[in-house]
């Protein structure tokens, strides 16, 4: 029994081993392009074949379908990505989860690329200890792709030989001969591993092991990857738990598309296994252990090509589909984050975008804010008056929450494995949302003072209402320019300088005034009282072109970083 359950631990560790390959590699190949792969997904999705090809080529890429459809998900939530294209990316990365089996297939069972793995790590460590971030993501990939193949062969080696212990799986045994529930039993069985690894791909890599080891006959394994196919889908799923209307739909667009597959397949099973199987033992391979791989690879690639190409003429139906069962609720969007959402993040590299995006939208909101401050000026009814207010203050309630989530997202995103320049990206965000909060805090500022003014039943002279409206106007073409610049990050034709000319005009004009001011009450052309309202107006919008300024800082430096 002891050997049994250091053979068990054994086994489990083997494939510890190689899911921890499959995540250093990807990770790798994520921040070696993770720039690239925002674009393409944004740009690559014209129409449903770009979708397919563009789901395709990033899910070989990063090497985890998973990782693809959360991505996908998290997009559609972001608003980045519409619900028709989510759904032919998510169709082109069951495509491109194949190729994992064939990587397997070609190198694990053909060539032992085991006795390579200790050389390629020696290449990998001295790239991991580069200070240049895409050598050092580069060594990561080759180590994983190293620690991957070496926990491919300590499975085959660990598992239990079925011709020395035929009693260990004879429960196996037991149930391969029951003809189609046989199937639809490996079914179930594929779904439930996928479910508890969390990966396909390693469910793959597992049945590839017991198909070579004879513990299972080809049709059986090739239940087990359909089942696969469902059991993946329940990443996306459970990552659209807490997400918006929009990603849930995807998520289960994800589930629907899979799940007619597998029920076709199960009508044309016997006879597309049998051409699958006659195709590879005539073109393919002659040795019956990778022979029986190949086939596995080749009924998995095949199965998912089929699949798309039928389906993608469905992605109408589909989509009308899941917005039927998942209705739109009413107010679902209000005041809540629209580009990322927290409880879910999807691979720390691509989060990045999300964020920016968000943090564009924050500082547009508090704009709309300062908007409202400059109309709660020349509000005259009671009624208007406190509506008004009273929006100012919800506003000033949202910028604090979009400030502590937008904060917790990046320090969820900051403990992910990032390059260096995310990281300083990260740290310069971080500030930016700090600065944008403090901006909402002036709003409000300016708000309280003017009801405060309303309260004394005395109002400003025409001329202090004109220097008021003249700081104002400035105060608001500075946050229009930090906005310009906020959206304008990626470009470097962007003149910071003029944010920092702006800052300095207002700081000119607020030391003018001050003076000014303490003149115009010795003159009694006010009171005192009056006096103190308005230079408390011209102050707050001082000290808002200063945090203006220090967004501005930020992003500038951001752009710096980026750039070397």
């Known amino acids: 029994m002891q050997y ?242 929009s990603a849930r739909r995807a998520a289960l667009a994800h589930f629907m598309f899979n799940v007619f597959g597998v029920l076709w397949m199960l009508v044309l099973f016997y006879p597309f296994t049998g051409m699958i199987s006659y195709f590879v033992d005539t073109y393919m391979a002659s040795d019956p252990q990778v022979a029986v791989s190949f086939k596995l690879s080749a009924f998995h690639t095949a199965f998912n090509i089929c699949n798309v190409c039928i389906m993608i003429w469905f992605v109408k139906l589909i989509e009308k589909t899941v917005c039927l069962i998942i209705r739109k609720k009413e107010d679902d969007e209000e005041y809540r984050l629209r580009f990322i959402s927290s409880g879910m993040l999807s691979t720390a590299e691509l989060s990045i975008l999300q964020a920016r995006k968000e943090i564009h939208l924050y500082s547009e909101r508090t704009f709309r804010m300062f908007r409202m401050v400059q109309d709660l000026l020349h509000t005259e009814k009671d009624d208007d008056f406190n509506k008004l207010f009273s929006r100012i203050e919800k506003y000033e309630n949202i910028s604090d929450n979009m400030e502590l989530e937008i904060a917790n997202y990046l320090n969820q995103v900051s403990e992910g494995r990032l390059s260096s320049e995310s990281k300083l990206q990260i740290r310069s965000m971080l500030r930016e949302v700090t600065e944008i909060e403090s901006i909402g805090d002036s709003c409000y500022n300016l708000a309280r003072t003017i009801n405060r003014k309303r309260q004394t039943n005395q109002d400003f002279t025409e001329k202090q209402y004109e220097h008021i409206h003249f700081m104002m106007n400035m105060t608001a073409e500075a946050l229009s320019q930090m906005i310009l610049v906020i959206e304008k990050l990626e470009q470097h034709s962007i003149d910071v300088n003029k944010s920092f000319n702006i800052e300095n005009e207002i700081n000119n004009y607020r030391n003018q005034l001050k003076n000014q001011n303490i003149l115009d009450v010795n003159n009694k052309e006010y009171d005192y009282q009056m006096g103190v309202y308005y230079m408390d107006i011209i102050g707050e919008c001082e000290k808002l072109g200063d945090y203006v300024v220090n967004v501005v800082e930020a992003s500038s430096d951001m752009k710096e970083k980026k750039a070397s």
């Open 4 to 245: 049994s359950f250091y053979d068990f631990l054994m086994l489990i560790g083997s494939l510890g081993l190689f899911l921890y390959g499959m995540k250093i590699m990807s990770e790798g190949l994520q921040k070696v392009a993770g720039d690239r792969l925002r674009s393409i997904l944004t740009a690559m999705t014209t129409n449903r074949v770009t979708g397919v090809l563009t789901g395709l080529m990033i899910t070989a890429l990063i090497q985890s379908s998973s990782a693809t459809t959360v991505m996908v998900v998290s997009f559609v939530n972001a608003g980045l990505l519409t619900l028709t294209q989510s759904i032919s990316v998510i169709m082109g990365a069951n495509i491109g989860t194949t190729v994992t089996a064939w990587i397997i297939s070609l190198f694990g069972f053909k060539v032992d690329v085991s006795s390579f793995a200790l050389p390629l790590l020696g290449i990998a460590i001295p790239l991991i200890f580069s200070s240049k971030s895409t050598r050092k993501s580069l060594g990561e990939f080759i180590f994983g792709f190293s620690f991957l193949f070496m926990g491919l062969a300590y499975l085959k080696d660990n598992v239990p030989n079925l011709a020395e212990n035929p009693e260990m799986l004879a429960f196996i045994q037991n149930y391969t001969g029951m003809g189609y529930l046989s199937i639809l039993l490996f079914l179930l069985l594929g779904s439930i591993l996928t479910i508890v690894v969390q990966s396909s791909s390693a469910t793959m890599a597992i049945t590839l092991v017991m198909c070579s080891m004879n513990w299972i006959p080809f049709e059986l394994a090739a239940a087990l990857v359909l089942g696969e196919n469902i059991g993946t889908t329940i990443t996306a799923n459970l990552a659209a738990l807490t997400a918006n209307t």
